[in-house]
């Protein structure tokens, strides 16, 4: 039985994926780093794809990514990694299978409640 990636479960026909909205954004990479078994290997691909252009030929999250910051990857290499108390670096610490620090379970707890309230306005405006 094959695993599917979050991308190939999404009903929304990539939509998060390819989303502008910034929560739409984090909610995107969160679950290519947190849920993603093939994250490494899509980055990897979707580098090797752009390689040589611009952000404007880039689009979507791809391994945990946005355009912009894979563009950034390819220019000068990776990043120091995020600090403790900020939903990046809340992931850093379940994507290596670590309990995540205090500081970090608020700031993941803060984005969810971001997130909840986001879709409840959502589902009101319609």
């Not at 998060?16 to 093939?38: Q, V, Y």
């Not at 611009?54 to 600090?83: C, M, N, V, W, Y």
């Amino acid at each position: 039985m094959t695993t599917l990636t979050p991308c190939q479960q999404d009903d929304d026909n990539g939509e998060l994926w390819f989303s502008t909205d910034e929560l739409d954004i984090i909610e995107a990479k969160g679950m290519c780093f947190n849920h993603c078994p093939a994250r490494q290997a899509c980055l990897d691909l979707a580098l090797t794809a752009e390689g040589g252009k611009g952000t404007d030929s880039r689009f979507g999250i791809f391994g945990g990514l946005t355009p912009r910051q894979r563009r950034q990857l390819a220019k000068h290499g990776p990043a120091p990694e995020a600090p403790c108390g900020t939903p990046l670096a809340y992931a850093r610490h379940r994507r290596r299978q670590e309990p995540p620090c205090h500081a970090c379970c608020t700031a993941e707890a803060a984005r969810a409640q971001e997130r909840k309230a986001r879709r409840k306005q959502r589902a009101n405006a319609c």
